[in-house]
């Protein structure tokens, strides 16, 4: 049986629809607190189970009868007053799953960590898998709770653990649009005139998917691998997706100074009135930051695959986006 912690998250529930067409696989798809859709309840070969991730008992029950894991769950926030439970939360979450991966001798493990473990100390040169963590400004919380949470498994790995690690990049593809990276669909079409000047890597949602699986079945162990498709503008991903939708893409350069004003300004309304910030002072950093990341590697284990390209992606979510609207 496939275990999937995380399953009814953006990539979590992409991954359980792909497993579940696999027959005669089981899997077991974990949540937290979001209730699953009807759409995933109903999904062949997919149970569903509740589990706190933090009880380690709750693990270890979920564990039962499993062989393989993907590890999808995690907390993401850029807000201040998470920057340490964030990290505290999914260096914790993942020890005990590697735990009792470990106990339960699985036969394989994969994990989704983020390209934001590489660290950005040093943005002179594109990162690769052997760039290691220095700690710098353009780390936000989120990626140090990612880098220790991919110490566990490399610890874990170091006590016998069979496993492999993915670094994606930026994952772009239908979803919720209100929520993560599908909802920049929003900003493109209200035709939000302002760009930054940040780039960072990015990659398709179906393709890290299909790197999860390709990689639980392959031999290789004890390795990381950058997912993305390219480097690209923040300004070129919200031009493409504004003219999938047919609507007017950014054309105003907005300088540091600019987003560091709108950010205190959703900081202050979240303070004053309870509104949900939409930028915070992190997202504004990372946004005008300029990362480079180099994907050979898994093209060069895995030569046969290429990856979706960034237009046809948001072609795709362009058409859902629309279908949602009508």
Known sequence: ???ITGASG?????????????EPVAVRALYHSTLPSQEL?????????????????AVEEAFQDINEVYHCAGMVSFESEDKYKVQIHNRNITA???????????????????IATLGRGNLSIPLTEDSFWEESKNNTAYARSKYLAEMEV????AEGLNAAIINPSIILGTGDWTEGSAKLMNFAFKEFPFYTQGINGWVAVQDVVNAMQILMKSDVC????????GNHSYRHIFTTMANALGKK???I???YWATSILWRWNWLLKKTIGKRATITKETTRTANTQCYYDNSKFLNHFPNYSFTTMEDTIQEMAKAYLRSKN
């Open 1 to 3: 049986m496939i275990l």
């Open 10 to 22: 953006f990539l979590g529930q992409h991954l359980v629809k792909s497993l579940s067409q696999l």
């Open 41 to 57: 309840l109903q999904l062949p070969n997919t149970s569903w189970m509740q589990c706190d991730l933090l009880d380690v008992f």
């Open 96 to 114: 005990n799953v590697v735990n009792a991966a470990l106990v339960a001798n699985i036969r394989k493990l994969i994990h989704v960590s983020s």
């Open 154 to 157: 490399w610890r874990a790995m």
């Open 222 to 229: 004890e390795e990381r691998f950058i997912l993305s498709e």
């Open 249 to 251: 893409p950014p054309h």
């Open 253 to 255: 350069a907005a300088p």
